[in-house]
């Protein structure tokens, strides 16, 4: 089934209320342009991704930087216990010289 309102689609077998908008598309109203456009902008003041004045909190807007930044922080402490492991493997071959020596 699709819904007229907010567009999703879901399974006839879950009935007819849309479970985003709570849109019935078996009512007598679901068939009425106006109905069904009066309940497209209703829909569209709920969601704030349709209105541009919405408010979204300062933790909303700052909780993916959080993410990039605890991500960046566990890559350079991973880089450097493995640049660690690395570099003192590569640097024990580079002090002995009796091995270009022949």
Aim: aromatic residues 10%.
């Amino acid at each position: 089934m699709k819904c007229p309102v907010c567009l999703i689609s879901w399974d006839d077998a879950k009935g007819s209320v849309c479970p985003q908008c709570h849109f019935d598309a078996h009512s007598p109203d679901a068939r009425d342009t106006t109905k069904v456009l009066q309940a497209r902008e209703v829909f569209k003041t709920k969601v704030s991704a349709y209105d541009p004045d919405a408010k979204i909190s300062r933790r909303e807007i700052l909780k993916p930087w959080l993410a990039v930044i605890l991500g960046f922080g566990i890559f350079l402490l991973w880089l450097k216990a493995c640049g660690s492991m690395l570099g003192g493997r590569f640097s024990r071959y580079s002090q002995h010289t009796s091995y270009n020596q022949h």
